[in-house]
C-alpha cells in the first residue's frame, strides 16, 4: 500500500490545513494540522486507507514552521 501524498495550505488565520491525497483515485481531504493526531488512519471514498504516519506528519509540521519563520 503507498503512503497518501501530503500537502499544507496556511489558512488566512495562518492555521495549518493539511491536504491528504489518495495514491489510488486522486481524491483529496483536508484537515487542521494542529487536529490530526501521528498514526491516524483516513478512509477514502474509495475505500481506500490513508495512514499519516509520524514521519510524514513530522515533515510537514517542519515545513509549516519554516513558513512561519519566512512569513511572519
Not at 483516513?42 to 512569513?71: A, P, Y
Amino acid at each position: 500500500m503507498r503512503e497518501p501524498n501530503l500537502d499544507l495550505e496556511i489558512a488566512d488565520n495562518k492555521k495549518a490545513i493539511l491536504l491528504v491525497e489518495c495514491p489510488e483515485c486522486g481524491d483529496k481531504a483536508k484537515f487542521l494540522l494542529d487536529e490530526v493526531l501521528p498514526g491516524t488512519s483516513v478512509l477514502c471514498n474509495c475505500g481506500g486507507v490513508l495512514n499519516l504516519t509520524d514521519n510524514s506528519l513530522k515533515l510537514i509540521r517542519q515545513r509549516f514552521d519554516e513558513l512561519r519563520k519566512e512569513n511572519p
